[in-house]
């Protein structure tokens, strides 16, 4: 710090003698400037005379005699002119001539002029620069240093992993640049290798990264005793409108890693792809003590400001410089995934996926609740199934699943909604239940119950049931989630229309496949059949 | 050893300091040559513009000699030939001080340091 501080005032001192300097050689182009216009003055008065001078044959004068005394005379020849062109060279011209000259001359001296004006504003605009710099780096102004440390291999990584390729072996793009200097041949085989070698640090680099990501999350237990605060609050308010929604949503966007199945990368697609987001979205916004990152920002509560602050207070503070310029350092830290999923009446459901995992952890851990594990057992979501599951309208005898989960259950009354094939009296029937269930369900609000209250998302960023084997149960997903997979074996079960909707689902699934690999072109098939 | 050190270090400066007055001298000597140089092409420029009804006088000491215009004419563009000789003349001077003052500056600096080592060792000893 003493060096740094060392070099500042050293780079101070610089920029001060840079500033004099400047100034120096302004002033310097200012009395250059008077004395051309003087000269330029003269030239101006001599002009006059000229003019004036071969009107009269003979002037009558007071002749200088030495620098004293006068004798008056005659001034003749006015025609005359005795000129100095320079270097004791005279001439004898008319006066027509001699003002020629002169008007020469006043070129020349204009010139001059422009040439000096220029280089004073030149220097005059360099002289605020140094002004400027001075001020920076003397820290009287305004002015904040932002650095950034880029030292975390993580980021690096990830987004260097981002840019693997999707087989394994391909060429990474990262190569290109070798593709300069070597052969092509010998570019891929390297390629290959480093491919695959990097393709296996990376898996352990997430390894690594998903443990790190745990202790961050351990590290922000009381941040998020706030937020269960901020939850509790919310579900005692019976208003299904206004609570909030928590809600696990995987994103498999722009992940386009995958060496090994799906299962393994399940829990790594998320947990990167989430830091990756998380990265991106504080790369965006500004490290100030007063701003909100934009997952937080709509949050009707103080407690995530009171997060935000705190969490930016101390990177503030840890980082708050003992230089001559305040500097912040900013670092990107890892954020939870901040969802906001629009339901239907003016909810919007924030998503932390990180609480999410934390309270599972942390129920997992106490396991007990004043509500029954199975309960929140079933209202735990990992998987869309999960969803399919949760959003069962009646519990009566047997869970009736809904047909569809987009629709908000407020606007169960509502004919757009329903496009099942149910019945009317299917529909009355629960709506009913519907209403009683989400009353029920409202007055048995818990408190570490974060998840659903409401069965009423209308947008979710879920994967659609399409895609069936990314959620299927033989998902084998790594920690922070180690409770999907018992919570999966018990959901079967409870959900037989769904299961069999799924069944359904699967075997055309499993049709296109199968018919897949016996397409064939019509060209070949036409070939084919003339063999 | 340091007091011997200190002594070529002296004379070494001595000679540099030598060098630099050399060059700064011929400096100001290039700059004079610059200014007749710009001083007669004006003069030739003038001369071109006049036509023979004037007449040319040039001043030696207090005496204005009248001279011919086309001998003026010529008289001035020796004097600039003249004055571009000298000035190329002098910048080649330049070059050749400026690398001796050069070398001199680095000789001073390995001085410097050796004087250095000695007067640590010396305060080492002591």
Redesign the interface.
């Known amino acids: 710090m003493a060096e740094k501080g060392q070099v500042d005032i050293e780079h101070l001192g610089g920029v001060i003698r840079l500033r004099e300097e400047h100034e120096k050689v302004v002033k310097d182009c200012e009395s250059r400037i008077q004395h051309w216009k003087k000269v330029s003055g003269d030239y101006e008065a001599l002009n006059d005379r000229l003019k004036t001078l071969p009107d009269q044959l003979s002037y009558d004068i007071m002749v200088p005699f030495g620098p004293l005394a006068f004798m008056p005379g005659k001034l003749v020849h006015t025609n005359e002119v005795?000129?100095l062109?320079?270097?004791?060279?005279?001439?004898?011209?008319s006066a027509k001539?001699a003002q020629?000259?002169v008007d020469?001359r006043m070129k020349?001296v204009k010139n001059e002029l422009d040439g000096l004006s220029k280089t004073i504003k030149n220097f005059e605009a360099r002289v605020g620069f140094a002004k400027n710099l001075e001020t920076i780096s003397a820290s009287k102004g305004d002015y904040v240093d932002i650095r950034e440390e880029v030292g975390n291999n993580d980021s690096v990584v990830t987004k260097g992993k981002q840019r693997m390729a999707h087989k394994p072996n391909s060429k990474p793009k990262q190569d290109v640049f070798f593709d300069f200097k070597e052969e092509d041949e010998e570019n891929e085989e390297e390629s290959r290798d480093s491919g695959s070698r990097k393709c296996i640090m990376t898996e352990e680099e997430l390894w690594a990264r998903l443990d790190e990501l745990e202790k961050l999350e351990e590290l922000q237990d009381e941040q998020d005793k706030y937020v269960k605060i901020l939850f509790c609050f919310c579900m005692r308010i019976n208003n299904p409108a206004l609570s909030l929604f928590f809600f696990k949503v995987r994103c498999f966007g722009f992940f386009p890693f995958r060496l090994s199945d799906n299962g393994d990368m399940n829990g790594e697609d998320t947990s990167s792809s989430s830091s990756e987001e998380e990265k991106d979205a504080d790369a965006a916004t500004p490290v100030n003590g007063l701003s909100l990152k934009p997952g937080w920002s709509a949050l009707p509560s103080s407690t995530a400001p009171l997060r935000q602050d705190r969490k930016e207070e101390e990177d503030f503070e840890e980082e708050e410089e003992a230089n001559c310029l305040p500097t912040i350092y900013f670092s990107h830290t890892v954020e939870p995934k901040k969802v906001r999923i629009n339901t239907g009446k003016n909810t919007t459901l924030k998503f932390s996926e990180r609480k999410e995992q934390k309270e599972h952890s942390k129920r997992k851990k106490k396991n007990g609740h004043s509500n029954g594990h199975a309960h929140h057992e079933l209202h735990k979501i990992t998987t869309p199934a999960d969803l399919y599951r949760l959003f069962v309208d009646v519990k009566n005898g047997e869970p009736i699943p809904r047909k569809s989960i987009l629709k908000s259950r407020s606007r169960e009354n509502s004919v757009c909604s329903d496009t099942s094939e149910s019945s009317a009296a299917d529909f009355e029937e629960r709506r009913i239940m519907g209403r009683s269930f989400s009353h029920d369900e409202a007055t048995h609000s818990d408190t570490s119950d974060g998840i659903t209250e409401e069965d009423s998302p209308t947008a979710v960023l879920l994967q659609p049931p399409s895609r069936f084997e990314a959620f299927s149960g033989t998902v084998i997903e790594k920690d922070p989630m180690p409770s999907a997979v018992p919570h999966l074996t018990i959901s079967p079960p409870a959900l037989p229309t769904i299961l069999e909707k799924k069944q359904e689902e699967v075997a055309p699934d499993v049709a296109p496949p199968q018919q897949a690999p016996k397409r064939v072109s019509k060209f070949k098939a036409a070939r084919l059949q003339q063999k | 050893m340091a007091e011997a050190i200190q002594k070529k270090l002296k004379v070494e400066v001595e000679k540099y300091a030598q060098m630099q007055k050399e060059v700064s001298k011929s400096m100001s000597a290039r700059q004079k040559l610059e200014t007749q140089l710009t001083e007669n092409n004006i003069v030739k420029e003038e001369l071109d513009l006049l036509d023979c009804s004037n007449t040319v006088y040039k001043l030696i000491g207090p005496v204005l000699v009248k001279q011919d215009l086309d001998e003026a004419k010529a008289t001035v563009a020796k004097r600039l030939e003249y004055i571009n000789g000298e000035i190329q003349r002098y910048e080649t001077l330049l070059k050749d001080m400026e690398k001796k003052s050069e070398q001199h500056r680095e000789v001073l600096s390995s001085l410097q340091q050796e004087f250095q080592k000695a007067q640590g060792l010396a305060v080492g000893k002591v």
């Open positions: 005795t000129v062109l320079g270097d004791n060279w005279f001439t004898k011209c001539q020629k000259i020469h020349y």
